[in-house]
């Protein structure tokens, strides 16, 4: 199988080279040529098989002969050492925790999967990649710890100025070694911006390989597909629906590419917070970015989300779109009178991200009761413990990942605009 530029004007490249690049030539994103439906077997009998099988076979179509067998699962074994949880709070009503690895957010798995297959692919040559990343809060962490001295790649994390919580911008900033943060005066599309912008931008092409590590890239963004096979090994039921708080709509497309890869799936409900670009698009047609608004729910402060395009590619016209996907949005306000409720009703504490997928699932079930809800809960309550706290009144305990980073010093770089990032790239040297 072979990646084509959603564009349409680059030719079509295998994985080795659909990550290395990031985005195609023609400034598309890459989007597998064909998708084939996994063995109904497989599908009907996933309590047999082990995560990293299950990932295997999840995943090897993508991959095509770039690793073999024996590596990839290597790779995929030093991927997913955690567990997933699925825990029942109501009666339909599931959460599935995918906050239990390094950085405590979900998109430890993406990033550890694509600097795993970087690193084995620059085994044996000399050439360094820069791996260029925007951050929301929690993609920079997960992208810094899983590259951390991985040999022949140097990380510029680009971060937005006073929009990411304390936490996250301590995982950012004090890594050291081969990461370097930067702290852009603007927002998370700011940020985003830069990033298409410099793999463009020939001067800095011809100084440094660049790789980009949004989930633009296949490498990050089809692992995720993962969660999908977990929920329903655990969960074994039809009539399922999944609610999944929606940013750059990196993990809801893996989770349509887990439908189209034949797992029993009903719909999905894309979360967001009130940067609303897609519930909007469902009620006009027309995707319409406004200004990016600062919320509690900082990963998903996206008004243009990336991935969208792959979601509109995999559906023939927006009625078939509508039957696989409904999209809801809430603000801070309702996003903490549901933390306050599941608190007080469960004792069970979400961060502000599984919130908004939890009032999406709620929301959908009202019309559909039959229905068995999975709502994804993609990071730890900790990351956001200020608001949270604030409105349970508890102290949460702090995991021992995170208090060894608190005393460490922040180190960045301040950026103002697209020339001064370019001029201060052009004087790094990581030689
Ligand atoms: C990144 C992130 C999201 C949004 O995921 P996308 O794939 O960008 O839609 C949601 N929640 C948390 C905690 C995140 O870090």
Not at 27 to 32: A, D, E, S, T
Not at 56 to 72: A, C, H, M, P, R
Not at 119 to 134: M, R
Not at 295 to 323: C, G, H, W, Y
Request: hydrophobic share 40%; glycine share 6%; aromatic share 12%.
């Amino acid at each position: 199988m072979l990646f084509r530029s959603l564009n349409g004007h680059s030719k079509r490249v295998n994985f080795e080279t659909a990550l290395k690049k990031g985005l195609a030539e023609d400034g598309g994103l890459f989007f597998p040529e064909q998708i084939s439906p996994l063995n109904k077997d497989f599908i009907n009998n996933l309590e047999k098989y082990s995560n990293i099988d299950i990932a295997y076979e999840v995943i090897k179509q993508f991959i095509g002969d770039s690793i073999n067998e024996t590596d990839l699962k290597e790779i995929l074994s030093n991927t997913i050492d955690f567990d997933f949880p699925l825990i029942n709070l109501e009666n339909n009503v599931y959460s599935l925790e995918l906050f239990h690895g390094p950085t405590l957010a979900f998109k430890d798995v993406g990033a550890r999967f694509m600097a795993n297959c970087l690193g084995y692919f620059n085994k044996n040559e000399d050439k360094t990649n820069t791996v260029l990343v925007a951050t929301s809060g929690d993609t920079g962490a997960a992208v810094a710890n899983g590259f951390f001295k991985v040999k022949g790649t140097n990380v510029i994390i680009l971060y937005p100025k006073n929009k990411v919580s304390e936490i996250q911008e301590r995982q950012l900033t004090t890594n050291g070694n081969n990461i370097t943060a930067l702290r852009v005066q603007g927002s998370f599309d700011d940020c985003q911006k830069m990033v298409k912008n410099a793999f463009v931008d020939k001067e800095l092409n011809n100084k440094f390989n660049l790789t980009s590590a949004n989930s633009i890239n296949v490498a990050r963004w089809l692992p995720q597909a993962f969660y999908y096979f977990y929920a329903i090994k655990k969960l074994k039921k039809n009539n399922l629906v999944f609610s999944v708080p929606s940013g750059n709509f990196g993990n809801i497309c893996a989770g349509l590419i887990a439908m189209k890869l034949g797992l029993p799936i009903d719909h999905f409900i894309a979360s967001t917070n009130v940067n609303d670009t897609i519930p909007r698009y469902f009620k006009s047609q027309v995707i319409s970015p406004k200004r990016t608004i600062q919320t509690i729910s900082n990963a998903m402060d996206v008004s243009n989300p990336s991935n969208f395009v792959r979601i509109q590619e995999m559906f023939k016209n927006f009625e078939d779109l509508s039957s696989s996907l409904s999209s809801y949005s809430f603000n801070d306000d309702q996003t903490l009178k549901a933390v306050i409720k599941i608190y007080e009703d469960k004792k069970y504490i979400m961060d502000p991200h599984g919130a908004i997928g939890y009032l999406g699932l709620k929301k959908y079930l009202i019309n559909n009761p039959k229905k068995i809800g999975v709502f994804l809960e993609t990071a730890h309550p900790i990351k956001f413990s200020k608001h949270i706290e604030n409105s349970i009144n508890v102290k949460l305990e702090i995991p021992q990942t995170i208090n060894k980073i608190l005393s460490k010093k922040k180190t960045y770089i301040d950026i103002e605009n697209y020339s001064d990032f370019k001029s201060k790239m052009l004087n790094m040297d990581f030689n």
